[in-house]
């Protein structure tokens, strides 16, 4: 499995970036996408995650904010983050899976090298 993220960057409060993550070699015929996040000194936290079937899932602390979405035919999902705050900054991480597709487990599938995000305030 691989996953290639990108997209992440630095920018002030209330700005915006687009995260991408482009999946190959991942051959389960139903599985989920999404991304979640770590800081230094935190645990690792889901941000958002998103079925085949479109549905999707959202930590509290992005809801409005973040949108999660999917092409299919590219294997490649999105992340939009609007309105970010310092408290965003993180890297973070594109996951896939056929089983761990919560908010709360999705870091534990495969998972890329990350990408880093810094808000400054």
């Known amino acids: 499995v691989q996953l290639v993220e990108s997209g992440g960057g630095s920018v002030q409060a209330g700005g915006s970036l687009r995260l991408s993550c482009a999946a190959s070699?991942?051959?389960?015929?139903?599985?989920?996408m999404g991304w979640f996040r770590q800081a230094p000194g935190k645990e690792r936290e889901g941000v958002a995650r998103i079925d085949d079937d479109g549905s999707t899932s959202y930590a509290d602390s992005v809801k409005g904010r973040f949108t999660i979405s999917k092409d299919n035919a590219k294997n490649t999902a999105y992340l939009q983050m609007n309105s970010l705050k310092p408290e965003d900054t993180a890297m973070y991480y594109c996951a896939v899976s056929g089983t761990f597709c919560s908010i709360g487990t999705i870091y534990l599938g495969y998972g890329g090298q990350g990408t880093q995000v810094t808000v400054s305030s």
């Open positions: 070699g991942y051959y389960y015929n139903s599985y989920c």
